[in-house]
């Protein structure tokens, strides 16, 4: 009797590593659904962002301008998309996300060096390194896109070309570098002096792109006719179906930017939908109270209006706030297309600056205010709890951050694009020739028509 549990000891200790190893083998199959999970989100994700510039954005502007310039409106987004791509792939990459100054990266991935399957801890190391690029690309397809809505219908397909080039390599991978790249000036979660909460790309694409927006439209100078001849959209029903995928594919830009499919990735999604929600009654009203009338064309508009501003908090605030900061855009953007910019008289075409510029830096600026570590905690203290982020957790000192983060990337755009214009004028020019702008740059610039009447 006394050498039984003697015996049973043995047999106990095998069972327990059984279980051990079972348990071992179960946590490894969560983690590698877990890892599948992530990598089939994030590719998903950068095909919905892909679908914003073409057919989103093509249709979306296309459908505003006049019927001669259709074609060559939705050209300009799809020539970025391959344009972009392949500076991406032999130094924008690297430039971007590669460690090396606080304001640009080096050359280590040059040519897409180093970047294959294994996953990159810097950024996200639960999908391939190769995801993450991908997924990265796309936000530098879109950027560029968004500032020819203020040039349509008279900047030669050329200089848009050479610009687009120059603009990548100079403002985009600088300032997506120092905001989202390993050392970045303003990377908040990578120790950078100027930390700017940004989780989706309220500065590097929304504000980058509505400022230099602003100055294309300035330097190029009005359209001909502009405004006395009547210059409204050929085609809402285009814009219409363009601001719908726009939508649609906004939560593959803000979701995805959690890297992974996570509860994350759901409240950037919730919020994304929140604040366009509440963007599109914020103008609709601005516009039923001034007008008598809401509009269709109003309506996409507000919606665009607070996808943007929404963009930067995504990640960081609760769906309350969103709905707060999706209404200001609304009214804001609204405001700033119907009053400030025929106040001021410059032919912002399609009113990038006007969405884009005035939406994003009121988004990055919110941002500061409703931020909360109760929905994003990826940044620790020196005890390793939670950091404070916005004023709702009580860090004032965050609005400074976000103003100065949002006034580098007004600079940073303003003065870079005004540089790139002079030298691409100086090089080809940037304006097409009267006629060309009286024909249309359907006909002189791509030698085809958008409508056949003939068939």
């Known amino acids: 009797m006394v050498c039984l549990p003697l015996l049973a000891a043995p047999a106990m200790a095998q069972e327990a590593a059984e279980i051990g190893e079972k348990l071992r083998s179960l946590e490894e199959a969560v983690g590698s659904a877990q890892a599948a999970g992530d990598n089939a989100w994030m590719l998903v994700s950068a095909a919905l962002v892909l679908l914003m510039t073409g057919p989103g954005l093509a249709l ?37 996300f590669a460690e090396g100054t606080p304001v640009v990266g080096g050359f280590q991935y040059i040519f897409l060096n180093g970047v294959g399957g294994a996953p990159n801890a810097d950024y996200a190391a639960g999908i391939p390194h190769q995801t993450f690029m991908i997924f990265q690309l796309m936000f530098a397809i879109i950027t560029p896109a968004l500032i020819s809505g203020a040039f349509a219908e008279r900047m030669k397909f050329s200089a848009m ?30 120790g950078g002096a100027l930390p700017c909460f940004d989780f989706a790309g309220g500065t590097v694409v929304h504000i980058t792109s509505g400022v230099s927006a602003l100055v ?20 809402l029903v285009l814009s219409f179906i363009g601001a719908c995928l726009l939508w649609v594919g906004w939560f593959g830009f803000n979701a995805g930017s959690a890297l992974g499919s996570s509860a994350l990735a759901t409240s950037a999604f919730v919020a994304t939908h929140f604040g366009a929600s509440a963007a599109a009654l914020g103008w609709m009203l601005a516009e039923w109270i001034r007008t008598g009338k809401p509009s269709v064309l109003g309506a996409i508009s507000g919606a665009v209006g607070g996808l943007v501003a929404i963009t930067p908090a995504s990640g960081f605030v609760k769906p309350m706030p969103a709905l707060l900061i999706g209404f200001a855009a609304g009214v804001v953007c609204y405001f700033m297309v119907t009053s400030v910019k025929h106040k001021f008289g410059y032919d912002d075409s399609l009113d990038a600056f006007g969405v884009h510029g005035a939406g994003g830096t009121l988004g990055a600026l919110l941002t500061g205010v409703f ?23 009580g860090n004032w000192a965050q609005l400074f951050y976000q103003l100065a983060g949002s006034a580098i990337a007004w600079v940073l755009a303003a003065v870079g694009t005004l540089v790139i214009l002079k030298i691409c004028d100086a090089v080809i020019g940037v304006r097409v020739s009267p006629d060309h702008e009286i024909s249309g740059l359907d006909v002189s610039l791509h030698g085809e028509e958008a409508y056949n009447l003939e068939s």
Not at 84 to 92: E, F, Q, R, S
Not at 219 to 224: N, P
Not at 371 to 393: E, I, R, Y
Request: with cysteine; charged share 10%; glycine share 10%.
């Open 161 to 190: 070309l050479l610009f687009m080039t120059l603009w990548m390599l100079i403002v985009y991978y600088p300032m997506a570098h120092m905001v989202w790249g390993k050392g970045g000036l303003m990377n908040a979660f990578s």
């Open 371 to 393: 931020a909360t570590n109760a929905v994003n905690d990826a940044l620790k203290d020196a005890a390793g709890n939670p950091a404070p982020l916005g004023l709702v957790d």
């Open 60 to 96: 979306f502007y296309g459908g505003l301008v006049r019927k001669k310039n259709v074609l060559g409106t939705m050209m300009q987004s799809f020539a970025l998309m391959v344009l972009a791509t392949v500076l991406w792939a032999i130094v924008g990459y690297s430039l971007a």
């Open 216 to 235: 294309c439209a300035l330097y190029l100078g009005k359209r001909r006719g502009y405004p006395s001849e009547s210059m409204k959209p050929h085609n």
